[in-house]
């Protein structure tokens, strides 16, 4: 057990003495604008972890997984929603967490009524884009997401 040193060639940490190479570790994860084509309506959810701040849906991508099923799953257990028509928007890595966020836009699949799943969602709610705040995070791939939308560009 020595201190890693980072490595001349690559980004990693190298032991020493040993030579054994760490990388870093990093969880993929799925972002999603769902819209309501119908009524031109964004679906907007407050997390518990996120307090009153706007979010996507968005969760883990487990194993063995594709991300579209990802996109699907977790729209499906977060708010009670089947999507369709995804389509691929941009990915953004947030050292934070350790998480590559892959971004997704969907189209609702069916009825808007939303079921929250209760440990993760405190809130959530369909927005026109005149409803939609100014972007306050132009850093986060999901508030790039949000203000696309409110500016009639998603």
Known sequence: GQALCDSPRERARVCPQ???VEYPQISPCVITAVIDRSQNKLLVVQGHSTGRRMALVAGYVEIGETLEQA?????AEEVGLKVKNLRYYGSQPWAFSSTQMMAFVADLDGSPKLTLQAEEIAAARWMSPEELPENADPLSIGHQM?????QGRL
């Open 18 to 20: 040993c030579g054994r």
């Open 71 to 75: 996109v699907a799953r977790e729209v």
């Open 146 to 150: 949000i203000e696309c939308f409110r």
